[in-house]
């Protein structure tokens, strides 16, 4: 089924804007390194429940910025990095960490203002770490002996997944919907730039 003119424009329209997005001035270069400060203060105060194989990292909700501009994948991914320097999981496992993980932080950033609900770009960050984390520790550390690596990548997968459902999906998804519904300005503090017009 070919697209109506209109569907072409509207699409072109977003790319369009998604792209501008990550023009950077000096406000957004201040923005990202608040929100990369941000990300690592909070994952070091719940540091007993920011690591390992499951995780329920605290600071991860702020990647719903990305849902309404993407140029905040920029501190995020920083974020995540310098807080994965100090990951539990040391030795051969610290340096490999800070890769994957902020890769997985990246790809879901990018992805996320693509997607036009919040809740459904919520689960992108719970995607992208469970596959990838998953796969790092599979390879890696590997299972016990008697356990089949896709038993153990299924388990894992399934530990990190809902570690990131319940802090960015529950805790991420209720605070952001409180703050754009009730809280006036709040877009323009966030300097939102996609999806203001969400439903839910």
């Known amino acids: 089924?070919?697209?109506?003119?209109?569907?072409?424009?509207?699409?072109?329209?977003?790319?369009?804007t998604y792209a501008k997005c990550f023009r950077m001035?000096?406000?957004?270069?201040?923005?990202?390194?608040?929100?990369?400060?941000?990300?690592?203060?909070?994952?070091?105060?719940?540091y007993f429940m920011s690591y390992g194989s499951f995780q329920c990292r605290i600071s991860e909700f702020l990647m719903l910025?990305?849902?309404?501009n993407p140029n905040y994948?920029?501190?995020l991914t920083i974020g995540c990095a310098l807080s994965n320097?100090?990951?539990?999981?040391?030795?051969?496992?610290?340096?490999?960490d800070i890769i994957f993980g902020s890769l997985a932080t990246l790809i879901a950033c990018l992805l996320m203002p693509m997607t036009r609900s919040l809740f459904v770009s919520s689960l992108l960050p719970c995607l992208t770490n469970g596959l990838i984390l998953s796969a790092e520790f599979t390879f890696i550390i590997g299972p016990a002996e008697g356990v089949s690596r896709a038993v153990y990548f299924g388990v894992q997968f399934?530990?990190?997944?809902?570690?990131?459902?319940?802090?960015?999906?529950?805790?991420?998804?209720?605070?952001?919907?409180f703050l754009t519904r009730?809280?006036?300005?709040?877009?323009?503090?966030?300097?939102?730039?996609?999806?203001?017009g969400y439903r839910f």
Do not use: H, Q
């Open 158 to 177: 399934g530990w990190i997944f809902l570690g990131e459902f319940v802090a960015i999906s529950i805790l991420g998804y209720l605070l952001f919907l």
């Open 1 to 16: 089924m070919n697209e109506s003119k209109s569907e072409i424009t509207k699409r072109e329209g977003f790319f369009s």
């Open 182 to 196: 009730k809280v006036p300005g709040f877009y323009k503090v966030m300097n939102a730039r996609l999806n203001t």
């Open 73 to 75: 994948a920029i501190g």
């Open 25 to 46: 001035s000096t406000k957004d270069i201040a923005a990202n390194a608040i929100i990369a400060a941000l990300y690592v203060a909070l994952t070091y105060a719940f």
């Open 85 to 96: 320097i100090y990951s539990i999981t040391s030795g051969f496992l610290g340096p490999l």
């Open 65 to 68: 910025l990305c849902f309404f």
